[in-house]
């Protein structure tokens, strides 16, 4: 086994870790390490994401599920829109934008495209976890607005499609400042809804690329993935996500950093 593949497996642990813990980040580990290590195209490597995060947070959930930790009246409520969005977006709006876009005299590619909004959204993401979270204890439907609930939905469906990731990354604050969810709860309920919309979404895009999948380095990454998910779930009872968030919010936002300088920047 090559160095690069080797280190591609190891990192592979830090999906599984960092869905355990927070009930998001997966994807966003996942799609730079399919990219940048395994050489894998950006718009490919969204599609292996989603099956990877798929199967790694469907275990996961079954986990929180077991623990009484999801909430599924906010897994209905919010999931069904993102996953009809995920699933449209997989099977119709990514395959329908041009290899290369023009704007005027200036032009991008598809794959370029898809990392620079990898890059943004990590970057949001990271410091959205940055800011202290408010623990809530309890939960009144007449809070709930039903119509921002579903906007949210397919807000998270469109983006979680195009850039091939989960969305835990944008679920798990809505559900803790919208839905008023505490926070292990929200990353139980998080995991459930992202192993729905991840597999839906692989669907949609295994129709049209299923010729160009690697199964063998899908496999064994999933493994590593699980395996992760394992020991992210050891992690979290014996410390605080709330500490652990920071650590993660600045690998992420260093992460989202390099991703844009380096398709901005350093690419030919």
Not at 153 to 172: H, K, N, P, S, T
Request: proline fraction near 3%; aromatic fraction near 16%.
């Amino acid at each position: 086994m090559e160095f690069y593949t080797f280190l591609g497996y190891f990192f592979a642990l830090f999906v599984g870790i960092t869905l355990g813990v927070f009930g998001s980040g997966g994807s966003i580990l996942a799609v730079p390490i399919l990219v940048y290590v395994f050489g894998i195209a950006s718009d490919l490597a969204t599609g292996y994401s989603l099956f990877i995060v798929g199967i790694t947070s469907l275990v996961g959930g079954i986990h929180k599920i077991n623990e009484k930790l999801v909430d599924f009246k906010k897994v209905f409520l919010f999931g069904i829109p993102t996953v009809i969005t995920v699933f449209l977006t997989r099977k119709f709006g990514v395959p329908a934008i041009p290899f290369e876009i023009h704007f005027y005299d200036f032009a991008i590619k598809k794959t370029l495209l898809i990392m620079i909004v990898f890059g943004v959204f990590m970057i949001f993401s990271a410091i959205k976890m940055l800011k202290p979270t408010k623990e809530v204890s309890s939960f009144k439907d007449h809070q709930i607005n039903y119509l921002l609930i579903i906007i949210l939905g397919i807000f998270v469906g469109i983006v979680a499609g195009f850039v091939g990731a989960g969305g835990g990354f944008l679920i798990v604050p809505i559900l803790i400042y919208y839905l008023n969810t505490p926070l292990k709860i929200a990353i139980g309920t998080s995991l459930v809804i992202v192993s729905i919309q991840s597999s839906i979404g692989f669907l949609g895009d295994f129709f049209v690329n299923r010729a160009a999948y690697n199964w063998h380095l899908l496999i064994i990454f999933s493994i590593c993935s699980l395996l992760g998910i394992w020991i992210g779930n050891f992690i979290i009872k014996k410390i605080k996500a709330e500490k652990l968030k920071y650590v993660f919010a600045v690998f992420i936002l260093t992460m989202g950093l390099f991703i844009l300088v380096k398709e901005l920047l350093l690419s030919k």
